[in-house]
Structures are given as structure tokens and as C-alpha cells.
């Protein structure tokens, strides 16, 4: 059974910075990409970045590019987003999600192709 368990998100002002972490259980964690996404209220769940399972590949949204880094610490199945420069329209509740496919070739960029999910963890960026 895999869980992952976010933490780290919070209120903060526009231009603010936030560290999401995600833990996840399982020892094969170190095999699958993982990916960061978010759903805002009346919004569908949109994908924000995803790192692959050696973190030699990252990949971002063009929202979150230059201001948002994906990282992973395998020796403690984790991984973080660094948000830096908020902005109100990154108010969401954000997920950590694991790779559908092991050790995929491409990175996923689609919710479909996360099998697992964290409860989420909520971001509010008030202007």
C-alpha cells in the first residue's frame, strides 16, 4: 500500500515563498517519477511540475516555470516543491502524486497518469 503524506502548505502574501514536502511510504519509491499538481476551487486538477525517479529530469508547468522547483531526497522518500514569487492565482489545494509506470521514459504531465495520491495540502496567496 503506498500513502503519501504532503505537508508545508499555508496562508502567505503575493511575492511570498512556501516549501510543500511529501513523504511517501514504500521501498520502491525510488523507482517512479513523481509530480506535483493542484486543483483550485471549481477548477480541474491541473499539473504543476513532476521530477523523474533518478531526478535527473524535471518538468514544469509554464505557470510555475522559473518560480517553482521540484526536488526529491530518495534515502527519505520524499519530495518538495520550493514555491517562491507566489501569486493569487496559486491559490490551490496542492497534491504529490506518484508515477503510474515505473521508471517511465518520459516525465508524466497528465493527472491520468498519477496512480497515487497525497491528501493535499492547502496554499492560499492573498494579494
Known amino acids: 500500500q503506498v500513502q503519501l503524506v504532503e505537508s508545508g502548505g499555508g496562508l502567505v502574501q503575493a511575492g511570498g515563498s512556501l516549501t510543500l514536502s511529501c513523504v511517501g511510504s514504500g521501498r520502491s519509491f525510488s523507482l517512479y517519477a513523481m509530480g506535483w499538481l493542484r486543483q483550485a476551487p471549481g477548477k480541474e486538477r491541473e499539473f504543476v511540475a513532476a521530477i523523474s525517479w533518478s531526478s535527473f529530469s524535471t518538468y514544469y508547468a509554464d505557470s510555475a516555470k522559473g518560480r517553482f522547483t521540484i526536488s526529491r531526497d530518495n534515502a527519505q522518500n520524499t519530495v518538495s516543491l520550493q514555491m517562491n514569487s507566489l501569486k493569487p492565482e496559486d491559490t490551490a489545494v496542492y497534491y504529490c502524486?506518484?508515477?503510474?509506470?515505473?521508471?517511465?521514459?518520459?516525465?508524466?504531465?497528465?493527472?491520468?497518469?498519477?496512480?497515487?495520491w497525497g491528501q493535499g495540502t492547502q496554499v492560499t496567496v492573498s494579494s
Open positions: 502524486a506518484r508515477d503510474r509506470n515505473q521508471q517511465r521514459a518520459e516525465l508524466p504531465t497528465s493527472r491520468l497518469q498519477y496512480s497515487y
